[in-house]
T-cell receptor, first 114, second 112 residues
Framework: GAGVSQSPSNKVTEKGKDVELRCDPISGHTALYWYRQSLGQGLEFLIYFQGNSAPDKSGLPSDRFSAERTGGSVSTLTIQRTQQEDSAVYLC????????????FGPGTRLLVL | GQNIDQPTEMTATEGAIVQINCTYQTSGFNGLFWYQQHAGEAPTFLSYNVLDGLEEKGRFSSFLSRSKGYSYLLLKELQMKDSASYLCAVRPLTSGTYKYIFGTGTRLKVLA
């Protein structure tokens, strides 16, 4: 596995249901990011994990959104009681956490809330 | 606040040169990145600038002026496959963290 992987690739759910989105970063990458991208828009920062430090949750839009990163590797983004405005592509990225190193993005999860 | 501005859309002709501008206002500065994103795909890295000046990489070049809070991405010898969104991202200067602020992206259409 050379790149960042995300699952599921597509998710259709009903309003009010909970969803879990998974991200497998590149092995050895200490930094992991979640973004949301609505149709035709730029990337909206959600949350950032760096090593064992407390995550930066400043971008989470409401308390319905939460994320965790277990063992410094896999991360799960959970959206509780989904709303139609949560429909978007959720992108995960990872990096080695060094100054000049870029992020590498996963293919994203396309979430549609009916 | 932190803000990044890019034009929403640009159109250019195959074989031509196009310049996509990005201006930013952030709390300090620790690098600027350009990404290419084709429709329905994830962003991919194009370039990185942290010092003033021009970075050239094949048909793509990126320029930075930190004093002006300004960057541009220059695409030469445009090809149809260059039709995509181009995202400017800035990393503010925050000790010990590598967080990125993204612009809304510039959709480039290359016409035959």
């Amino acid at each position: 596995g050379a790149g960042v992987s995300q699952s599921p690739s597509n998710k259709v759910t009903e309003k009010g249901k909970d969803v879990e989105l998974r991200c497998d970063p590149i092995s050895g990458h200490t930094a992991l990011y979640w973004y949301r991208q609505s149709l035709g828009q730029g990337l909206e920062f959600l949350i950032y994990f760096q090593g064992n430090s407390a995550p930066d949750k400043s971008g989470l839009p409401s308390d319905r959104f939460s994320a965790e990163r277990t063992g410094g590797s896999v991360s799960t983004l959970t959206i509780q009681r989904t709303q139609q405005e949560d429909s978007a592509v959720y992108l995960c990225a990872s990096s080695v956490g060094l100054s000049k190193e870029t992020q590498y993005f996963g293919p994203g999860t396309r979430l549609l809330v009916l | 606040g932190q803000n990044i501005d890019q034009p929403t859309e640009m159109t250019a002709t195959e074989g031509a040169i196009v310049q996509i501008n990005c201006t930013y206002q952030t709390s300090g500065f620790n690098g600027l990145f350009w990404y290419q994103q084709h429709a329905g795909e994830a962003p991919t890295f194009l370039s990185y600038n942290v010092l003033d000046g021009l970075e050239e990489k094949g048909r793509f070049s990126s320029f930075l002026s930190r004093s002006k809070g300004y960057s541009y991405l220059l695409l030469k010898e445009l090809q149809m496959k260059d039709s995509a969104s181009y995202l400017c991202a800035v990393r503010p200067l925050t000790s010990g963290t590598y967080k990125y602020i993204f612009g809304t992206g510039t959709r480039l259409k290359v016409l035959a």
